[in-house]
Every structure is written in structure tokens, then in C-alpha cells.
């Protein structure tokens, strides 16, 4: 297993959730570092995202309720979901951008990019 998320479940319409990610591995730092979800009969769509250095994004339907934060130490990435609606209802996928390294003639040098993601879990949110 690489990326293993968990902490989905079922909550009330203004309850709150915990999802954690963690690689394990995955001989590569991490760049980005996100959360996506798919509600039924939709696509999947980008939740929130979080920088190496910790800058975050989110989508504008969570933003204000929702936090992603990451432990680069541990090589995990959570969110926080705080006023949780009927409409947040979706599987939920973790996802990590690696970056590999390789030796160069002199140093190590930055390779191409890998993308992890997680298995899914399910988030419902009743009302």
C-alpha cells in the first residue's frame, strides 16, 4: 500500500470529519499534496490542496469549513471538515505528487514527477 487513507464515515449535516493519508513506501519527497472527491454522478473534483511548504487551496464550496494540513516529517496529509452539508457526500481520494531525485554528474538532480493516490473513502453526510 502506498497511500492509505482513512477516517471516513457517516455525520450529521453540520457535524465534522477527519481524514488522514499516509504513504508508506514511496522513496520521494513530496510536492503537492491533495484531497479530491467524486459525489455520485459527478466527476471528481479538487477539494483542497496543500504546498511542500504549506500554503493551501480549496475549493470555493469548502473554503471556511474545511483544512488540509500535512506532517512532512510523517508523509501525511489530513482535512478537517467542519460544517459538513448533505452536499459533501462523496468518496474521498487522497493524492501526493513525488518528486524522484536521481544522481547527477556531480548532484542529485530532480527527476520527473510521480502521482500517488489513495484508495477512497466514504464520506456521508446526512441531514
Known amino acids: 500500500v502506498q497511500l492509505q487513507a482513512s477516517g471516513g464515515g457517516l455525520a450529521l449535516a453540520g457535524g465534522s470529519l477527519r481524514l488522514s493519508c499516509a504513504a508508506s513506501?514511496?522513496?520521494?519527497?513530496?510536492?503537492?499534496m491533495a484531497w479530491y472527491r467524486q459525489r455520485p454522478g459527478k466527476q471528481r473534483e479538487l477539494v483542497a490542496v496543500?504546498?511542500?511548504?504549506?500554503?493551501?487551496n480549496y475549493a470555493e464550496s469548502v473554503k471556511g469549513r474545511f483544512t488540509i494540513s500535512r506532517d512532512n516529517a510523517k508523509d501525511t496529509v489530513s482535512l478537517q471538515m467542519n460544517g459538513l452539508r448533505p452536499e459533501d457526500t462523496a468518496v474521498y481520494y487522497c493524492?501526493?505528487?513525488?518528486?524522484?531525485?536521481?544522481?547527477?554528474?556531480?548532484?542529485?538532480?530532480?527527476?520527473?514527477?510521480?502521482?500517488?493516490w489513495g484508495q477512497g473513502t466514504q464520506v456521508t453526510v446526512s441531514s
Open positions: 493524492y501526493a505528487e513525488a518528486q524522484t531525485m536521481s544522481m547527477g554528474p556531480h548532484f542529485p538532480q530532480k527527476g520527473p514527477t510521480r502521482d500517488y
Open positions: 513506501q514511496i522513496p520521494y519527497s513530496f510536492n503537492n
Open positions: 496543500i504546498t511542500e511548504g504549506g500554503s493551501a
